[in-house]
């Protein structure tokens, strides 16, 4: 074996400018590769937090109507919440948290603007152990009182009233009933999801209980956990107690990350196209390279044949030489890539300045960052060594059809 | 004497007033914007800060469970047809080649892109019913405050200005519980046929968007022509 | 291994515009520890012979026998195989793998044989003193005279042990000091590992180290057919 890899190496380095070449779309091919799924995991990443933070938590309890596209005014399907229900998830030992929520549609307006809105009626001291929202509104605030209103940053804009005035609230009762209620504004929302910013607006949940005349009836309890990754134990302790109320379901916070993972697997598409090019780039340049010493190395290779060198062992040759060159190319950029990752990881991109206006979809902030993740690059410098095996099978294959006696002359 | 003369014609202008009802002004209102056998041809403009839009609509009428409404010309392009049977309201968009029956929230949604709501005009149950009604007047109005009473009414609070000479509400506010004006509608022209008032253009405006009204005018008015009751089916929108 | 028995043994060239008859047949019969030239005017089928003997190409017709194994119906796997056993080669221009060493070449027959279970390195430095080069083992083919490199060839055809070296005009890119000694060492090699030699050549000075000698032409043999 060492003597076969000596003369890999060997043959590798016979023309080391020509093997440079070769490698630098694998390297750079490979390192960007590494760069990029890893800024799209850490948008994801995000996204993610994003929505757990700011919009589902871990879980959410809601009724068995409740629909994620809801059209038109009005409440959600609203319910009563169970006492035993309650009574767990106030004892149970994965819960952190957990806050109810009054969730309806309606209209805003200042009395010359109106703006379609989703308004949140919660409490403020269980939402704030569970979401984050409330501890981003501005100016800081620290109660909920009734009749106020808090609104989402960007939805604001479009009134430009000053801090103080009184919007107008407008949706239908759960009956059905056209109604309209008066909230002074108190603060507004930023939290860096568009989902929040763009669209919701916040008030006290027995405001928007007597307004939509629910009787304590609620849309949603959102639970927090102490860890999330005990999501499915906790699912499991939880359903007993659902399945007693048929008109409850639950959806945990990956059911209405649907865009986002919507958006994984465009994204999932998008990298395996980047992969598929680079594969092709990097494959085309280790199969030229191979290919040349091939034709280059056709007596030598003759020769060896004569002495009995089968053909699989000029193909193993071959192969292990773009193997070789794949390898290491992918190693340097691997060692690129986890460098790159790791500065956008650690250090992150101030993008504050550069996106304000550009909507992705997707939540951003103003420092960047992407996710570290040293099995992704490894699965990139696998993908190098693969490359480099494919791209030389060709070649090799090609010099073991040609008649020996023709490539000794 | 003077003092006697001045009881006496209080006494008669107290009675005269009074003479009508809470039910009789709801009749006789009924009477009025109530049809049958109606054919229409009429312009919806809608207009707001976005943009302003119209169509023209066929409306044939054979009692108030059996309407049928054509969009004839918009705008936007769009046509489409929708028929009310019933308690049912279908609507059918000739492009998708289909009819959707509204329902739900759907009901609650504008008509058409308009400030009328689809329960605007396809509410069936009698005012009374919903609505905890009370009644004042004063020189040209009759004045109905209508209440909900029940959970699922259209809307919280309604005053209605009925013109005392036409039977006709000149306007009707729509409030808040809170007492804050949402919308209203008016009533800015009619005219006389077969003994009936009827309204030839109705304003809807949305007091909470500046500028955002929506205005009915009804060109024709045909109330003698015989309309097929053929019209009235799912086949006949959906042909 | 026992004596190579060549048996009517014909080869045609077809191009598109004609075929040439290169071996029109040839009987010969080539016994363990031969020392045989080939010899023949250019173009008279020495080196079609040589490679046929040497499993590397295939006769329109005839038989091969070593020993008992006729190799003409063997695919090219088997031949692989059989090469690799019993044929060992000197050419005409040395062909050593430039990137390795002197030893590394002498090694290469052994890295690619599974048959051998002696130490390599005991193989290829008594192969290597045998030929007088085993000072120059760790030099590349670059750095060696041709006389040199040929020597290495030699090493490296017979360090596996074969029972036959083909050598076509093994000497003719040396001058002919170097093709002396190049022959005595063969000659050395000859009777000492009883190892038969087959080489073709134009040079007088080489035939006179053969102890026999077929000479072609046109494919035929005029004369030394059987010993
Ligand atoms: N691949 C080939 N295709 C067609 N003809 C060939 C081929 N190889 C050899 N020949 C022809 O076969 C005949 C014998 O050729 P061969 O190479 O065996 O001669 P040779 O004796 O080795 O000559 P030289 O002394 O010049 O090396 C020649 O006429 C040659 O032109
Ligand atoms: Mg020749």
Known sequence: MNYWINLAFKNILRKKQRTMLTMLPVVFGTAMLIFVLSMLEGVNNDSKANLRNYDSADLKIVSRDFSLDKKGFGVQEAFYVPEDLENFLNSSKFVKAHAKEVIFSGNLSDGTNKMAVICRGVDFEAYSKTFLTLAKVYP????????????????????????????????????????????????????????????????????????????????????????????????????????????????????????????????????????????????????????????????????????????????????????????????????LGTVLMAYISFVGIDIGGMVQDIDIGYPIKSVFRGQFDLLLAFRAGFFGLIIGIAASFYPAYRVVKENIVRTLR | MKKIFSVVFLITLYLASSAMSIDDVLERVEKNMVRTNATYLSTMKIFSEDGDRSMQMKMYVKDEKNVLVEVIESSEGGKSRFLKKNDAMWLFIPSAGRSVLIKGHMLKEGFMGSNFSYEDISENRKLRDIYEITLEEDSLYYILTMKAKTDDAPYKLKKSYVMKDAFLPKKEEIYSSSNRLLKEFIIEDYKEMNGINVPTRILMNDLLQKENYTEMTYDKIDLTTKIPDSYFTKAYLER | MAEIRIENLHKTYKTESQSVNALRGIDISIPQGSFLSVAGPSGSGKTTLLNIIGCLDKPTSGSVFFGDENIVPMNDGQLTVFRNRHIGFVFQDFNLIPVLTVYENVEFPLAINPFIKEKHENLIMKMLEMVGIADLKKRFPSELSGGQKQRVAIARALVKNPSLVLADEPTANLDSENAKNIMEIMKRMNAELKTSFLFSTHDKLVMDYASNIVRLRDGMIISGAVE
């Open chain 1, 140 to 335: 800081p605030v620290l109660e909920l009182d009734k009749g106020v209103i808090l609104i989402g940053e960007d939805i604001f804009k479009w009134y430009e009233m000053p801090y103080d005035s009184v919007f107008i609230l407008q949706s239908r009762t759960g009956g059905g009933t056209f109604d309209a209620i008066d909230l002074s504004y108190d603060g507004l929302v930023a939290t860096g999801n568009p989902k929040i910013d763009r669209t919701t607006v916040y008030m006290n949940i027995k405001d928007a209980d007597e307004f939509l005349n629910l009787n304590s009836r609620i849309s949603a309890i959102a639970v927090k956990l102490k860890n999330p990754s005990d999501l499915n134990r906790f699912i499991n302790e939880i359903k007993p107690i659902i399945k007693k109320y048929p008109e409850l379901k639950l959806i945990s916070w990956e059911e209405l990350a649907v865009d986002i993972i919507a958006i994984d697997s465009a994204k999932k598409y998008s990298s395996s196209v980047m992969i598929f090019i680079i594969l092709i780039i990097g494959g085309v340049g280790i199969a030229n390279t191979i290919l040349l010493s091939v034709y280059e190395r056709m007596k030598e290779i003759g020769t060896m044949r004569a002495m009995g060198a089968s053909n699989s062992t000029i193909v193993k040759m071959f192969v292990f030489e773009g193997a070789s060159v794949g390898f290491v190319a992918a190693a340097m950029g691997m060692i």
